[in-house]
């Protein structure tokens, strides 16, 4: 029977290279007290014996773990990932903390949290404690939650938040979710729509109100009411069909909706298949979110396009930043969003 390969350990590179422990491990966590050809000398070993370096030796020197942390929303994700009906947030979300985690030397894991619960802060501090991450990536809602913020700087550790501006520690990063529903709103006023519903997404979003008062702002200045024009939803497919059904049995119903995500706008179109009415001719339509399947519906749905993994990547950049010492920013990060143009969205029928 082939015997096992004998995985290669931090002793063997100190061992070949002729150096302590301590000089592997600052060579490894790039320590900048290292002469250069010391470094090259270990590097040289490393690359001859195949040594990868594993976390426990990345901690040895006990200033870093190279691990960033990543809290999602888990009854959401979870019942997203059960309807199997896709979780792009984290996708995007992934994409950049990962990608850009990777260039540093660092790992990025994604952990899943209910921000209600009531054990939320032994979840945390158990995570916490199992994974030692350097810093950690708060998305909403778990970003606008007291007790995670006040937990997290209570331990010393560096943490993003993003989709929050309340005051408070933290690295604070938007897609300035206000102006993009300016963006939106102001589209279909330019086309011609002056009745323009909107369905919100959840309370608990910080965000959610944002864009209402994007949607409020853009229709005053337009000298259009809002009154029986906006419905609540949160963000589930059946909510937005509710919510769509109260816009449209308005005495006066909208001739135009934006729509805070994906699913009530597909629930939207939806209803408006039910009814007979004909998007866009009868009823223009604006998404949030951008996910890949509303650019297979028929219409393909004119959306606003949130940069997720532009802001994971820079929220990444910050916490890497702050464990290196380097100046970082104390105000708020915006990374606009985009609004992109389809098939959805087209002026007022006249008759």
Not at 4 to 24: M, N, P, W
Not at 121 to 129: K, T, Y
Not at 138 to 157: G, Q
Request: with cysteine; glycine share 6%; net charge negative.
């Amino acid at each position: 029977m082939a015997r096992r390969r004998q995985a290669v350990t931090i002793k063997h590179v100190a061992a070949d290279a002729g150096v302590s422990l301590q000089t592997v491990s600052r060579v490894i966590n790039k320590e900048p007290n290292v002469r250069p050809e010391m470094k090259l000398r270990v590097q040289e070993s490393i690359d001859r014996l195949g040594y990868v370096p594993s976390i426990a030796a990345q901690r040895m020197s006990g200033s870093r773990s190279y691990l960033i942390l990543a809290l999602n929303d888990r009854e959401r994700t979870i019942a997203d990932w059960r309807g199997r009906q896709g979780t792009d947030w984290v996708d995007q979300m992934l994409l950049g903390g990962m990608l850009t985690c990777a260039e540093h030397g660092y790992r990025m894991i994604i952990e899943l949290v209910d921000t209600h619960s009531d054990h939320i802060e032994r979840e945390l501090l158990g995570a916490i404690a199992a994974l030692q991450p350097d810093g950690v990536i708060l998305t909403p809602p778990h970003s606008e939650n007291p007790l995670i913020i006040n937990l997290l700087h209570d331990h010393k550790i560096s943490f993003a938040r993003i989709g929050s501006l309340k005051a408070g520690p933290g690295f604070a990063l938007t897609m300035d979710d206000e102006r993009a529903a300016r963006l939106a709103t102001e589209h279909l006023i330019d086309l011609g729509h002056r009745r323009i519903g909107f369905i919100a997404g959840p309370a608990d979003y910080e965000l959610s109100a944002w864009r209402v008062d994007g949607w409020r702002a853009s229709m005053a200045a337009a000298g259009l009411e809002t009154a029986g024009l906006l419905a609540q939803g949160d963000f589930s497919f059946a909510s937005g069909k509710q919510a769509a059904n109260h816009l449209l049995d308005q005495d006066a119903p909208p001739s135009a909706i934006v729509a805070s995500n994906d699913q009530m706008a597909l629930a939207t179109l939806e209803v408006g298949r039910e009814r007979g009415i004909e998007v866009p001719r009868d009823l223009s339509l604006i998404s949030f979110d951008d996910t890949p399947i509303v650019r297979f519906t028929h219409p393909s749905l004119t959306a606003v396009v949130q940069p997720i993994a532009e802001v994971a990547a820079r929220a990444v950049e910050l916490i890497i930043a702050d464990q290196a010492g380097r100046e970082v920013p104390d105000t708020p990060i915006v990374v606009p969003a985009t609004l992109v143009l389809r098939n959805s969205a087209a002026p007022p029928r006249s008759d």
